[in-house]
């Protein structure tokens, strides 16, 4: 059974047991493991906990509050002083692979994998490692061969489980990748990550009812994760549903910045082009314009967000810019065709728009050949 933070933070309040400093320990670290995910905004340890700043097990916690608000590199440096005390600490461990993995630390993680190997190579957390660095260098194959073998010697391993149907899922295997996510759901009772995963996985094949299911049930265990929110927000303006699709948006943006998460990471680049389409949807440009340049910021190669913006440019009348933002975009993805579309036609209304006779001018939009007339008959976000 899953025990509500607030019913956990009354039972240990309320002891009799234990005296008050007592009380607040306990209360820091049995909360943190009860509801990891729930209200994390006071990340640091209680002042009680000073004598123990050096405590593998305060430590730990310490990290994995850090590492669930996407403050990775903080995460990290907290592991590596865990790992100072205690080298093989699991819990650590875990956490300490993970930020490897998204601060990209290549070497670090392949040197890890190696060294657990060598000491400990019937152990899962060393080829969970070695999956993990298959996975960053984009090895699908490798990564499930090794994550398997770390299941198959820890069945119980959740995060084993949700790793290899990350591997299924990157190829597009979504039977598999769905099989896998299932058996991680089934370990990881009152945890909502592996019913995000599912939900994402049937939104990627084309099953919205399906993906909303399970993306309710996550938001029901996890309401403040703005993962979740996020990805429901992306949902809903997949299917057309912009009034939902800009509350779920609006509110994940709010709950990143509340909840202590590092906003300012890349993480959140697809959360602003999400709500820039909302915006440009709603014909408040400015709007649109300020979230992809946000976008820009935190993922500057990420061709969406230059598509996104030469597509606003284009809807306001502003040619010469749309033409600039298409070039930086195909020099992303040179092959996407609506942004090569959308270069024809910008660079046709720039064309027109340096004639500066307004008879030829009326003349061609008579003949139906306006690119800026063309570009506002799109409602919906087709990049």
């Not at 309040?13 to 009860?34: C, F, I, K, Q, T």
Request: aromatic share 12%.
């Amino acid at each position: 059974a899953v025990v509500s933070t607030q019913s956990t933070g009354e039972t240990i309040d309320n002891s009799e047991v234990l005296l008050p400093a007592e009380r607040e320990m306990v209360h820091y670290l049995y909360s943190g493991m009860a509801k990891k995910y729930h209200n994390q905004q006071h990340l640091s340890p209680p002042a009680t906990l000073s004598s123990l700043s050096n405590n593998v097990t305060v430590l730990a916690s310490h990290a994995e509050r850090l590492y669930y608000n996407c403050r990775f590199t903080s995460a990290h440096e907290t592991c590596l002083q865990a790992l100072k005390v205690d080298p093989y600490h699991l819990p650590t461990l875990l956490i300490h692979i993970g930020c490897l993995y998204e601060l990209s630390k290549k070497n670090d993680l392949y040197i890890l994998g190696h060294k657990l190997v060598d000491l400990y190579p019937k152990s899962h957390m060393s080829w969970y490692a070695v999956g993990i660095y298959y996975s960053l260098i984009q090895k699908w194959e490798n990564a499930r061969q090794y994550l398997s073998k770390s299941t198959n010697l820890n069945k119980l391993f959740a995060a084993g489980w949700l790793a290899y149907g990350h591997a299924f899922a990157a190829e597009g295997e979504n039977d598999q990748a769905l099989a896998t996510y299932f058996t991680a759901s089934r370990l990881l009772k009152g945890c909502h990550l592996p019913l995000l995963y599912i939900g994402l996985q049937y939104g990627s094949t084309n099953n919205p009812i399906l993906a909303e299911k399970f993306f309710k049930e996550a938001i029901a265990l996890a309401p403040d994760d703005p993962f979740i929110l996020a990805e429901m927000g992306s949902l809903y303006t997949q299917t057309g549903r912009w009034e939902y699709a800009l509350s779920y948006l609006q509110n994940a943006l709010a709950k990143v910045k509340e909840g202590g998460h590092e906003w300012a990471a890349a993480t959140w680049a697809p959360l602003y082009v999400n709500l820039g389409q909302i915006y440009r949807i709603a014909k408040q440009y400015d709007q649109a314009i300020r979230c992809f340049k946000h976008a820009q910021f935190l993922s500057s190669d990420n061709s969406t967000v230059y598509t996104g913006l030469a597509f606003v440019y284009a809807l306001q009348g502003e040619p010469m810019l749309a033409v600039e933002y298409c070039h930086k975009a195909l020099d992303k993805e040179r092959q996407d065709p609506f942004t090569i579309q959308l270069l024809e036609m910008s660079l046709s209304a720039l064309a027109l728009a340096s004639v500066g006779d307004e008879a030829k001018s009326d003349k061609s939009d008579e003949d139906g050949t306006s690119a800026v007339a063309s570009l506002r008959q799109f409602s919906t976000p087709i990049y």
